[in-house]
Each structure stands twice: as structure tokens, then as C-alpha cells.
């Protein structure tokens, strides 16, 4: 796509007269309502998106933190950085624990929104009182309570699975193996995650107008049919935003990564894109290093977001 | 289908909305920071922190350094914020390069140059005499200054000691060497004890397997390059032995950390010990104690000995972590004079006996009468004359927080081979300290 200098606008008509002009006139006011949410996001996300953007150029450690002069390193930052085989793999990791999180979500979140659509109110208000539980825990303070109950020694998950096996558990670590670590990981997130989609999808599917599923029963379609041809297409927007929302929050997770690593587990084979970032900046004190990949990371995140706005936006034509 | 575009315009607002929390949370403390020394010291009265880090300051001493303040700075308060030692480097890269900067912190000596070297301290080149002069701790006065000034003055120093309970070793005599020493964790260890307690993430008191053996972590060389030093043979050696306590002695998780070690202390699952000597007060703790201990038991003042870590010959030591810490005011703080004021009671004789009589070796080698006179005593004076410090790179602190020790020491714990584990984390060091 090419893009070609804006042609001059044409003179405004002079002085037309009467009820045309008026009409023709854009009203300032949608601008002004507008004007206050964008000043918020311009302070608050623009302007440290321009110095991060900024510091993924920069020689920036920790001298600099504390206030000496930065010195300007071109692209070579992000030349180190993609030619670190360490980034790709922390890279892959996160997608993949993204896919797999984001799935499993969304398939437990829609299928308990199915079930509270059929339960008695008696029992969906027990299942929503959970759900809003499960959701109101702190990230860090239901890390802390998962990883007790899967510690090494005392842990509960050791306790139980040795009177049910018979064998002794006590001393089997669930964290020091990357992949029971993203297991249990896994375990927390969609813990965490599933209220929200299970609400949202609940809200979405009471909208759906019961007599049209009532006319795809009559003319002999199942429950499974009804599902992914009506209630499915009916919430289709629903659905589109939760996964967008899933796959940016599972993508970015960082405290519980960084809560676990410290339970438990190998920091090298576990660190996901947020908490790689951090270790590279904070901890360590390579600024421009971890500017360059969270400036990476930004524009994954746009990358993956603006296919879904822009097929939205589309479709609404 | 106005419908449709009410949902196309959530959609669109809230994917903007996730995608601002996102940059928010990724972006560093970017910001260029104002002028370091704009903030000074107003000379009145106000409002003073002090971050001192776990819980190795006694609660007396907590108290003296704050009612002594109050009363020597009327209409001025002195508040202690307790910070964690895990992650500190992190913490204090954005706290004290921030604007609500505490005015009083504790740093581990191995971490201080990390910030000694940026700038982040006030200058007390020329209070040396003041707080004390050649009467503090030399090695800490060194791990405090940068290019021969003085930032952070010594707080406290602990050697690292093995620490056991009668109840458990039973009449086993202590070690007078390295190889009776391991006899003796070999021999103590059961399906239910430990011989020795090592869990996986800790480096510090595992070190003393690598440095007893000759080995070094890092050598600077003549041109100012910095060599690994776990691949040597004499390292290795060590990394060999370490490997077989952590595997076959040792019932502590292969990726835990050295927190709370009273816990399986207590429970009769641990013979040796190795730790800062400050840990028998977390033993000897009152069984209904906010963190209990067994003092009734296995803690009791006639079971609870220690001894310094036998050297390869007998009547020497191997030389253990340097443990303590510095103390400093960052150069961001609002109230740097009554910071200073706070530094001075923390440094005078009457707090620093309080630190001796609980067992802390002060920073005023002139307290150091005040220790108690026990084995604890004993073994901490003989474990500080022998103990090593980190290599003196103002870089190490990163090494430390990467976290590229504790997942060596891990491997190990799993059973990965010793020397390729040596040569990767050499590789890292190397790469860090010389970045």
C-alpha cells in the first residue's frame, strides 16, 4: 500500500448560507467528552512508550538509573538481542504456555457458562459465589497457596497422592521439571482466569433469543449443533474479545511466574517474556537490553490485537 | 446494527485498554532521573525511613535505634520498614532511583557495590572518622567504598558455622578436618536426617565445598578480565563431594532455598546445619513464638553447639561466605541530614553492643567484647578469621541476581554433571562480569 500525501481540502465553501452550513458544521463535543480519557493514556502510556522506545536505543544500566548521562547505542541492542538464542526460547515458551493456557480457559469458562444456564438459581448463585472467590484472590496470594500445597516436603498434593497410591510422594518436586512447573503454572492462571470468561460467556448466552433455539430443536437440530451454529455465532464478538483479552493476559503474566520461580524450579528454563524482561532490566541492570525486547514485546501484542480489531471493524460495514 | 458497532467499539477500546496495561507493566523505570543531590537535607524535623532487610537486626535493637532518634530529634519520627533479601537488588533499583526514595537502607556486602558504583549513595568520605574511622570492620569499609570513597559504612558481620543438636548427632565428636567432616555428614545421615542440609538453591553455605578444596568463583586477570573459576580441578573436586551430600545426604528439596531452616531443625530431620550464626535464635525460639522454634527441645541451651567448618589440616578452617551487611543513605533521600543522624546511633557503641550481644559480630571491632562467650562465639570468631568475600566486581550483584547460581547449584542437586554445569556457569560470569 502506498501512501500518498494528503490532498490539500478543498476551500470551504464561502459563506453558504442558512441550515446547510449548520448541519455541515462537526460538532466540537464528542472531542471534548473524548479529550480527558485520552490525556490519561497520553501521560500515562504514551509518553513511557516514548522512553522505553527511547532507552531500547540507549547504552542504559544502572549508573544511568541513578542519573549519569545514557550514550546512544544505534540498533545494537536490538541486534544482540535477536541474535540471542536465549530470547527465542523464552519467545516459544511463552507462546506455547499462552496457547495452551488461553484454550483451556476459554473451553472451561464456556462450558461452565453452559452448565449455569441450565442449573436452578440455587445452585447457579453457589457456582457464581465460587467463581467470584476464585477471581477475588490476589494473584500473589493464591501462588503462595497453590505452591504450599504442592511443596516438596509438606506439601498436600504429596500427602494426598502418597494414601491413595501407596508409594511415597514426599520429597517428588513439582517445580524443579519445567514442564509439571508450566503444569502447575497452567494450574494457576486458568484457575484464575476462568471466572471472568465463565461470566462474560454466561452473560453473553442468556442474550441469545430463546425462541430461535427453540426453532432449530423443533426442526430436529441437537444440542451440539445448537451450540456451535446459533449460541456461538449469536456471541461471536464475545468470544473474539475474551480470547484477545486471554491470549494479551496470558502472554504478560509476570507475578505468578515470578512468585513460582521463587517456590521453586530452574529461574533459565522457566522465565516467560515479562519476567525474562525484568531479570535482563531490573536485576540485572541492562535497561537498553530489556527496553529493546519489551519494545519486541509491544509490538507482538499490536500485532496480535490489530488482526481482531481490524476484522471487527470490517465486518461491521 | 448499531448493536454491532457498540461491540466493535468495545472491542476496540478495551484491546487498547489491555494493550496500555501491558506497556505499563513492561517498561523499566526509564525515566531520566533529576539532578542526584537536589534533595539534601532540609535540617528541620521530619519523617524518616529506615529499611533494614530480614530479621537479623534484634527487635532491642529496633527499639533503641528508635526511641534514641525520637528523643535526640524532637517533632522528627523514625520508621523501620522490613524488607526481604530475596530480590533486594531489584527493589532497590527502583526505590532508591525513584522519588520516594527511603532514607536509610541495609544492603547485603556483596551487593553494595552494585550501587556504590552508580552513584546511588550519599558520599561519607568525610564522616569516616566520625562513625567510627579505623575502628569498623576493614573488610566491609572496603566492600562499601568505590574508587577510594566511602558510601556505605559496615552494619554487622556473621560467619557462616555448622550448627547441630545433641539430641540428633548424639556423642559424634566435631569434625577437625575436611574429610572427618564429611565422614561425619556421611555417617549422620539416615532415611529420615539429613547429614548435611543443603537445599539446591543454597550457594552461599555450599560455597564453603569449592573454596575448601582450593577452587575460586571468579579470578581477575592481569589485563582486568574476569576468569570463571568452577571449572578448575580443585573446584570441581569440590562440586564432585557437594554433589554427593546434596544427592545421597541430604533430604532437603533439590530447588529450595536456605529460608527457614528451624522448621526441619526442629523436627529432628537435620544433623549439620550450615548457616549465619544468628540462626540459633530462630531455633532456640519458644515453641509458641509468632515463628516457633524448639526451644524445650532440640533448641535447649545445653543441646545447641556449633563449630567452624575443619579445614583440609587440622586446626584450620575452610573458609565460608562472609555474611553482613552495609548500611547507607541514598542519595535521593529527602532527609539526608536526620538519615545521618539515624547512621550515627546505628553505628554508636551502645547499639553495636546490642548487636554483639546477640550474637552478630558489630561493625565496631571494639564491641566485639560484647559477644557472648560460648561456642557459638567461638565458631563465629574462627569461621570470620577464614571466610572469603564474592569477587570485587561492581558487577557481581548481577551475577548474584540473575539467578544463574541458584540453578547451577540446583543442577547439581539433580545430579547433572558437575563439570558441565562448572563450565556453563563460568561461561555466564564470565560474560556478566566482563560485559
Known sequence: MTVTAPAAPAAPPLAGAGPSRRARKPSPFPYALLAPALAILLVLVGWPLVNLVITSFQHFGREQAFGQPPTWAGVENYTTLLADGEFYAVLLRSFAFMVAAVATTMVLGTLLALLMMRLAKGW??????????????????????????????????????????????????????????????GLIVVWMGVPFIAFTMYAGLTQVPGEVL??????????????????????????????????????????????????????????TLGVWIYQVGTASGDYGMSAAAAVVMVVIMLAVSFGYVRQTLKEED | MKKNRIAATTVASTITLALALTACSSTGSGGTSDDASEAGGSGGTGDIRVWLVGTDTPQEARDYLKSTFEEENPGSTLTIEEQAWEGLVDKYTTALSGSDSPDLVEIGNTQAAAFTSAGAFVDLTDKYEELGGDDLLPGFVESGSYEDKFYAAPYYSGARVVVYSTDVTKDTPVPTTWDEYLANIESLSSDTVSGLWTPGKDWRNAMAFVWANGGE?????????????????????????????????????????????????????????????????????????????????????????AFAIPGQEAGSYAPVLAGGSNIAIPAKSQHQDLAYEALTIMLSDGYQEILAKNGLVPAKVSQAKFLPDDAFSQASAAAAAAAKLTPASPKWADVEASGVLEDSFVKLAQGEDPAAVAKALDAEIESTLNG
Request: net charge negative; proline share 4%.
Open chain 1, 124 to 185: 447457579r448463585t453457589l457456582v457464581s459465589v465460587g467463581l467470584l472467590l476464585a477471581w477475588a484472590i490476589p494473584a500473589l496470594t493464591s501462588v503462595m497457596v497453590w505452591g504450599w500445597m504442592f511443596d516438596t516436603q509438606y506439601g498436600v498434593v504429596n500427602h494426598v497422592l502418597t494414601q491413595l497410591t501407596g508409594e511415597s510422594w514426599r520429597g517428588h518436586s513439582w517445580l524443579i521439571h519445567p514442564l509439571s512447573f508450566f503444569l502447575v503454572l
Open chain 1, 214 to 271: 427453540e426453532a432449530a430443536q423443533l426442526d430436529g437440530a441437537g444440542a451440539r449443533k445448537r451450540f456451535f451454529l446459533i449460541q456461538v455465532p449469536y456471541i461471536r464478538q464475545i468470544v473474539i474479545v475474551l480470547t484477545v483479552l486471554s491470549v494479551i493476559w496470558d502472554l504478560r503474566i509476570f507475578a505468578q511466574v515470578y512468585a513460582l520461580q521463587g517456590i521453586g524450579g530452574l529461574y533459565e528454563k522457566t522465565s
Open chain 2, 217 to 305: 568463583m571468579a579470578t581477575q586477570e592481569s589485563d582486568g578480565t574476569w576468569k570463571g573459576g568452577f571449572s578448575s580441578p580443585e573446584a570441581l573436586e569440590g562440586l564432585t563431594q557437594l554433589q554427593k551430600v546434596m544427592t545421597t545426604e541430604n533430604l532437603a528439596p533439590a530447588d529450595s532455598d536456605e529460608t527457614d531452616p528451624q522448621v526441619p531443625f526442629c523436627a529432628g530431620e537435620v544433623a549439620y546445619l550450615a548457616a549465619p550464626s544468628w540462626v540459633r535464635w530462630s531455633i532456640a525460639a519458644a515453641e509458641d513464638a509468632e515463628a516457633p522454634g524448639c526451644l524445650s527441645t532440640l533448641g535447649a541451651e545445653d543441646k545447641l553447639s
